[in-house]
């Protein structure tokens, strides 16, 4: 049993079906990518999965917990984070601001888990009393993930983390992706750049008009000639 | 320095400085509430100039209560014992019209606009609520002590030919705007409920998901709303006089003062408040007396730039200045 789970999801927006049967799962000290061309429904289903989207059918749980009924909010505080695509941060913040809005729902003395957040980025240490709108768009999305896992989520979602910076930047975002999920914590992302992503995907799922096309570890996928043919450009 | 050039110094201040600095901070309290509302709940609150009015009314009201009971402050105006009376009744008013109104088009995810045309409505129910309760006549209702500094005294005092005055509640004004602004900037830059009010008019989406409760921003940020106001209204009407009409003109020059700071932002409305207030002072003040001491020899005409008539032309002015050349104002605030 995968730590979190979507099995069998059906749904989309108004009459319009985007997810056709899709399962994805996620397990503790994991990496799992979606990948698959524009309109497979990739984020759909992420946002499915965190409860920003109305299924018709499926199944959604958290540790083995039946999650349907909650809404994003509240799965934040059962230990899902969730990292948006865009407008992820609060620009007019500064970074440690942004962080303290992360632990927002937490009663506990947060300090300790900011320090760790500026262990794993260390520029945003540097950078804490600087607004967040202020920094480049890799440190942006830091500060993003560092928001994210301030409450101390088991699941980290994150939707197209490298869109729109440069692959120097991407490689790094990477790296420290590896280094979350090394800390235990379950990471499920959506990701453009295919071939970078299930390089450091334990599982991928290639996702083809909200259908599990293919389904395997990262290494496998990129190995498979016709996931490459058709997915990743030869 | 010469004796004329002092003079001109008092003069300046007397006439253009002390009602300057007074007049901004009463401006400044004004559109930091309107830049409030602008930068939480989204759009441009046309009763505020009349919210402004309900909270000084209720504030005349008890202060005459006060005065038949026979408390007072001793030099001090006895409305500053009946503000609270007037910020909680206006809370209750901006609440109570938050929950009939606005919350309806919230939930709906009205277009801003649509948000201000139902501010146009509240405006007119609450000027009706005040001129039904206490007319639309002027009222006075300062007490205590007059004045900080007599020109009389002042000339005694250094032998000028030109006295100096400051009134008490220009004084009052100054401090009670300065306290009330080192107030909000520190509840909003290091409360947590502050920051959350901060969070959620950056970005809202990112605000619900990091747990952030808009019931409870929404609420903070009319509560504030409503003591802002109410401290506008009451030390511009002690400074000044207390008639519903003036305050829904004032209207005009608040927004002016939000806009031109940069509306959204706390520290644009302040900036604006006093520009405003120094413009509409600077434009319409006749210089010759002025240019008299300066020059030697006094000009024939008055050299006044604008009728005091014309004094709402200058905020007018101004709008159409920034908005022409720098639309988010001088901190670069939210688009309109």
């Known amino acids: ?46 946002k499915a999965l965190f409860g920003m989207l109305e299924l018709t059918e499926g199944s959604v749980t958290l540790d083995g917990e039946d999650i349907m009924h909650l809404s994003p909010q509240e799965r934040v505080t059962r230990g899902m984070g969730f990292v948006p695509q865009t407008n992820n941060v609060f620009v007019s913040m500064s970074v440690e601001e942004n962080l303290q809005m992360g632990a927002f729902t937490r009663t506990d003395e947060f300090q300790e888990t900011i320090d760790q957040v500026y262990e794993l980025f260390p520029i945003l240490a540097e950078k804490r009393r600087q607004a967040a709108g202020e920094l480049s768009g890799g440190q942006r999305q830091q500060v993003a993930v560092g928001r994210a896992l301030m409450t101390k989520p088991t699941v980290l979602m ?77 | 320095m010469s004796t004329d050039t002092i003079n001109a110094l008092v003069l300046f201040a007397n006439f253009i400085l002390v009602p300057g600095i007074t007049y901004g901070s ?46 007072s402050l001793g030099p001090l105006p006895t409305a500053l014992l009946a503000l609270p009376v007037g910020i909680a009744m206006t809370a209750v008013l901006v609440i109570v019209f938050d929950k009939l109104v606005y919350k309806h088009y919230r939930e709906q995810k009205s277009a801003p606009v649509v948000f201000v045309i139902a501010s146009v409505g509240v405006m007119f129910v609450t000027n009706g609520l005040v001129r039904f309760i206490i007319g639309p006549n002027d009222q006075q209702f300062s007490d205590g002590m007059r004045f900080l500094v007599r020109a009389r005294d002042f000339k005694k005092a250094t032998g000028l030919d030109e006295g100096l005055t400051i009134k008490l509640t220009q004084g009052l004004t100054v401090v009670i705007a300065i306290v009330a602004m080192l107030l909000l900037f520190y509840f909003l830059q290091r409360t947590r409920t502050g920051k959350a009010m901060r969070a959620y008019s950056d970005n809202e989406d990112l605000a619900l998901l990091s747990g952030i409760d808009p019931k409870k921003v929404v609420i903070t940020t009319w ?39 940069g509306v959204g932002k706390p520290l644009g409305a302040i900036l604006g408040g006093f520009i405003v207030a120094f413009s509409e002072i600077l434009l319409t003040y006749a210089y010759k007396k002025l240019i008299g001491y300066i020059a030697g020899e006094r000009p024939e005409t008055l050299v006044q730039l604008l009728s005091t008539d014309y004094k709402f032309a200058v905020s ?21």
């Open chain 2, 316 to 336: 007018f002015m101004i709008l159409v200045v920034v908005l022409l050349w720098r639309p988010t104002g001088i901190l670069r605030g939210k688009t309109i």
């Open chain 2, 223 to 261: 509560l504030i709303v409503a003591a802002l106001t109410t401290l506008a209204g009451v030390l511009y009407g002690l400074d000044k006089s207390f008639k519903p009409f003036t305050y829904f003109q004032l209207l005009l020059p608040m927004f002016a003062a939000a806009i031109v700071g």
């Open chain 1, 158 to 234: 994150l939707d197209e983390p490298t869109a729109g910076v440069s692959p120097i930047v991407m490689d790094e975002l990477f790296d420290r992706i590896m280094e979350v999920r090394n800390t235990g914590i379950a990471v499920l992302m959506v990701e453009q750049n295919a071939r970078q992503a299930l390089e450091i995907a334990d599982t991928g799922y290639v996702l083809v008009t909200g259908q599990n096309k293919y389904t395997d570890t990262g290494a496998a996928l990129l190995a498979d000639s016709e996931v490459r043919k058709t997915f990743l450009g030869g």
């Open chain 1, 1 to 46: 049993m995968s730590l979190l789970s979507g099995k069998n999801m059906v749904g989309g927006y108004g009459k319009t079906r985007i997810l056709n049967e899709c399962t994805i799962e996620v397990d503790r000290g994991e990496i799992a990518v979606i990948v698959g061309p524009n309109g497979a429904g990739k984020s759909t289903a992420m």
């Open chain 2, 26 to 71: 009463q401006l400044a309290l004004g559109a930091l509430g309107i830049t409030l509302v602008y930068a939480v709940l989204r759009f441009s609150n046309f009763a505020h100039g009349d919210t402004m009015a309900f909270g000084c009314m209720f504030t005349i009201l008890t202060t005459w209560w006060l005065q038949s009971m026979g408390v």
